[in-house]
């Protein structure tokens, strides 16, 4: 367990994120769209969404991907693609591909030597659609 998920459990309490599926339609989700997608159709707006709740005070962020399993996805015409566990999205960049030998987990940026740099999630979820993208035309 991460040392400072630890020390906020020491907190007399935690606040944790809420509402995402209000803050999503109010940046323009319609009902009935599913939420999981913008995950990957647009990571940016996730990232700004996860930003307000923290500068609000929230302890806690959930990854916007609860509902996504295989049949809900399949509902709303898209495919499940799984990437492999191991795939290094973190440590390469979505722009050039280049690929680190170290990133610390500490490192929240994302900076690369063509000049890139942007949140390392945003970078990882970049490379994660790049690589279902690539699996799904191999299964095609």
Request: a positive charge.
């Amino acid at each position: 367990m991460d040392k400072n998920f630890r020390e906020l459990l020491k907190k007399e309490y935690v606040v944790f994120d809420g509402a995402m599926g209000t803050m999503l339609q109010a940046a323009g989700m319609k009902m009935g769209e599913t939420p999981e997608v913008l995950s990957i159709t647009q990571p940016q707006l996730l990232v700004g969404i996860h930003e307000k709740y923290l500068r609000a005070g929230a302890d806690v962020i959930y990854a916007n991907t609860f509902g996504a399993n295989r049949y809900k996805l399949e509902e709303c015409g898209k495919h499940l693609i799984k990437v492999d566990r191991y795939f290094a999205s973190s440590k390469i960049c979505s722009v050039c591909g280049h690929k680190k030998k170290e990133l610390a987990l500490s490192d929240r940026m994302y900076v690369c030597e063509c000049g890139n740099r942007m949140d390392r999630y945003v970078n990882a979820a970049v490379n994660i659609r790049e690589e279902g993208k690539r699996i799904y035309k191999e299964c095609a």
